[in-house]
């Protein structure tokens, strides 16, 4: 099947002179996670990951994907021709190197425009330059070949309440209108999701498990147009941009728009819009690209927004550790695959008020699945569970007060040394980073070592960042905040930690064909103490589970770490146990006891 779509697609490129196709995974407002329309990498491929870039030449192809990815594309790359190239380890290009060795003199590179970052657009360009090529960005090749291409659709669009969000949409577009200001600006364009619904406190349903609507916004410092369907909009809703002074426009005439900009000072940042918008501007338009002042504006919780958060986790909290005692109790004597328990996490989750729905496909992942670091299990391919072994559970949800993600390994029965002392390294990693304190200035790069270093002492290391930053009511992952060793130039996860960011602390270790292990709290970053040295920083746990000791090996542990353990424990207990009685309480209590 996919060697057939590759024919088709190739028949395409010759007929629309393009020589390399490129389709990456986006959507036109660069979302990590896309809709039904938007998954044409996996059309032609077969590989489902969540990221990944496919190269199609005449004679071969190839998909680049990251570390979390490499056996699962493997398996979904067999007998397809195409070749997996696996980011990041020795020997293997990237993705612009590989373009530089395969295009021809005088060859193109072709694309859809809408679903490529202006910035690497830029960088193909450059490439081909050298070599007296064409870039052709105009062409979505699935058009034609995609017969049953899911529609793209718009949902219905809610409004997030102040009580929710702490601060009018009023406030927030004249702060953006004051840094425009301060980067002397005419106008302003945004067209990511998660930028715009945080700007304007609204909600929507039109991409998976993220609760954003399709839009696009064009800013001045007196005007505000609004790209979105007006039929997703109720008359609340309409009213609403009327009191805001938001001329609402349909989401189609966007293009139309930019391709009317002249001679402005135009604040855009080149790694988050799409190489159509650049290319729609007019020649006079002079650009300023620097980040959305948005993405660290809503990065920074407000007073309302953290109080928020600690309620929301403390739902979530009752609800994973209800699936706890239920995994615990059950195992070995009811049936249980990966979907079922899923399934049994998400109805626990379901009995907690305001629950709105998962922030991401939750991965249950058992035994060697475990290995694989974004497993998903499907109908046709998942497996059971049985009373040994680990498993990987990590999941998140949506509440009005926030957006939670948490990941807990259980033991569901006897263990190997190995997998203990393996759960005990990686507990040991996420306990040293979330007890760091630190002095303001830091950024998650000075601090991932602090996880990283412990796994690093036996020669053991995990190929993804220890965290991310998390949206509230918003997208699961968001910068411009999080936990990486090594600086990686085309993410904005570099900030300095401010106080209100929330970052996930998510080390791991993964043995292929045997047991995988990640344990993840999210941490909210505070102000501590203050002296001659500066302003000291610290981390407060958001995430109120607790810890499988099944699988602790003491003999692994420092005192320090037994200590930091406790103190986790006895703090997880007296927030939880009022929401326990009798036989889950005194397990609970169990869960919970010192070692």
Not at 127 to 136: A, F, H, P
Not at 416 to 436: C, G, I, P, Q, Y
Not at 519 to 535: D, P, S, V, W
Request: charged share 30%; proline share 3%.
């Amino acid at each position: 099947m996919i060697r057939e779509r590759l024919r088709k697609l190739r028949q395409s490129m010759k007929a629309s002179g393009i020589d390399c196709y490129l389709i990456p995974t986006s959507d036109y407002h660069d979302s990590e996670y896309v809709s039904g329309f938007f998954r044409v990498r996996e059309f032609f491929s077969g590989f489902s990951g969540s990221a990944g870039t496919l190269v199609v030449l005449q004679e071969e192809a190839a998909l680049f994907t990251d570390g979390r990815y490499f056996i699962q594309a493997g398996e979904q790359l067999a007998g397809t021709g195409i070749e997996l190239m696996k980011m990041g380890e020795p020997e293997v290009p990237t993705l612009n190197e590989y373009l530089e060795q395969k295009l021809g003199e005088g060859q193109s590179l072709g694309f859809d425009g809408r679903v490529v970052k202006a910035q690497s657009a830029k960088e193909y360009e450059e490439i081909l330059e050298k070599k007296q090529g064409c870039l052709v960005w105009d062409r979505d090749l699935a058009e034609g070949i995609w017969e049953d291409r899911p529609a793209l659709v718009h949902h219905s669009v809610s409004l997030l309440e102040e009580r929710y969000s702490g601060e009018n949409a009023a406030s927030k577009i004249s702060r953006l209108r004051g840094k425009m200001q301060e980067e002397e600006a005419t106008m302003h364009i945004l067209t990511s999701l998660d930028d715009i619904a945080w700007l304007l406190n609204i909600r929507g349903n039109d991409v998976e498990c993220c609760p954003v609507a399709l839009a696009y916004a064009v800013i001045t410092r007196e005007d505000f147009q609004l790209f979105m369907d007006e039929g997703a909009c109720s008359q609340e809703v309409l009213s609403y941009f009327a009191e805001n002074e938001i001329t609402l426009r349909p989401y189609e005439d966007f293009y139309r728009r930019v391709s009317e900009v002249y001679e402005e000072k135009l604040l855009i940042c080149l790694n988050r819009v799409n190489c159509r918008v650049k290319m729609e501007l007019g020649d006079d338009v002079e650009i300023i690209d620097k980040p959305n002042p948005t993405s660290l504006m809503k990065a920074v919780k407000n007073p309302v927004e953290m109080e928020n958060l600690r309620n929301s986790h403390l739902k979530d909290g009752v609800a994973v550790t209800h699936f706890m005692y239920w995994l615990k109790k059950n195992i070995g004597t009811l049936p249980m695959t990966e979907l079922s328990a899923a399934d049994q996490l998400k109805a626990f989750r379901q009995q907690q008020e305001g629950f709105i729905e998962p922030s991401f496909a939750t991965i249950c992942a058992y035994g060697s699945n475990g290995a694989i670091v974004h497993y998903s299990a499907t109908p046709e391919n998942y497996a059971s569970l049985k009373p040994e072994g680990l498993l990987v559970v990590d999941s998140g949800g949506h509440y009005p007060e926030g957006t939670t993600d948490i990941t807990r390994t259980f033991a569901l029965g006897p263990l190997t040394d190995e997998m203990k002392k393996h759960f005990t390294l990686v507990l040991r990693a996420m306990l040293n980073l979330k007890n760091t304190k630190f002095l303001y200035g830091c950024r998650g790069l000075n601090l991932d070592v602090r996880a990283r270093e412990v796994l690093w002492e036996y020669g053991l290391d995990y190929k993804h960042g220890t965290g991310h930053g998390v949206g509230y009511l918003l997208n699961v992952h968001e910068g411009p905040n999080g936990f990486r060793w090594r600086l990686l130039t085309d993410h904005e996860e570099n900030a300095e930690l401010e106080e209100g960011m929330v970052t996930t602390d998510e080390p791991g270790l993964y043995i292929e064909g045997s047991h995988g292990i990640r344990i993840e709290n999210e941490l909210l970053c505070r102000k501590g103490e203050e002296n001659e040295y500066g302003q000291f920083m610290y981390f407060e746990d958001l995430t109120c589970v607790p810890i499988d000791l099944d699988a602790v090996d003491p003999a692994y542990l420092e005192e320090k770490d037994r200590q930091r353990l406790n103190a986790y424990h006895a703090e997880v207990f007296e927030k939880l146990s009022p929401y326990f009685e009798k036989e889950e309480l005194a397990w609970l209590r169990e869960a919970t006891r010192e070692i």
